[in-house]
């Protein structure tokens, strides 16, 4: 596998996109691996905090509504 950027051998994958990466271009940023509501009605999440980032990608900053797949279940 090559880096999605330069072509030489590949060290890892994004976690975002799936992108293979060198070492060169790796970079990280936290992923969160699951959130639940504590017993105080907090809600909490369980991060990675260094997870492989290819660089190319942008994940987006914000939550997104997901109003398509809720309206799919419902029905």
């Known amino acids: 596998m090559e ?9 890892a994958t994004c976690r975002f ?3 293979a990466t060198c070492r060169v271009h790796a970079q990280v940023l936290p992923y969160v691996l699951t959130t ?9 999440s369980l991060v990675v ?8 990608c942008r994940p987006h900053p914000a939550p997104v509504r997901l109003d ?7 029905t």
């Open 3 to 11: 880096c999605w950027t330069c072509h030489e051998p590949a060290a």
């Open 17 to 19: 996109c799936g992108r």
């Open 36 to 44: 639940w509501s504590g017993s105080s009605g907090q809600v909490q």
């Open 49 to 56: 905090e260094d997870a492989i980032h290819c660089g190319g």
């Open 68 to 74: 398509l797949v809720l309206e799919e279940h419902d």
